[in-house]
């Protein structure tokens, strides 16, 4: 699978469906993003079980604003709707193939039991 321009009106729905979602935040400008780009296409295409979004800074910088994106390129993980991994900074193809890896070997049952946890009593 190719990756997929994310936006405003698509990004909700995409990170909160179930199964892996990654999402690339990036800008035409950026070098590092320049960099990362291949690596991350090779990666939708070894991967098509897992969707590969990229939001384009520059063209939905609200969304860029309310997802706290302060450096650029950042990549975001979620895994059945929850995010599970958020960093700034280009990924080498190795990296990035071990985080796919811990994605997928996630106990999602703990995942959520401890973001319960978190949760303030009501």
Do not use: N
């Amino acid at each position: 699978m190719s990756t997929v321009k994310l936006t405003a009106d698509t990004f909700e729905k995409t990170v909160s469906s179930d199964g892996i979602v990654l999402v690339d935040f990036w800008a035409a400008w950026c070098g590092p993003c320049r960099m990362f780009g291949p690596v991350y296409e090779k990666a939708s295409a070894q991967h098509p079980d897992i969707v590969f979004g990229k939001v384009d800074t520059e063209a939905e910088q609200m969304l860029a604003t309310q997802a706290s994106i302060t450096s650029i390129p950042t990549l975001m993980a979620f895994r059945d709707g929850v995010l599970v991994f958020s960093q700034p900074g280009a990924l080498p193809g190795a990296a990035l193939e071990q985080l796919l890896s811990a994605v997928r070997d996630l106990d999602m049952d703990d995942v959520r039991s401890k973001i319960a946890a978190k949760q303030p009593a009501s």
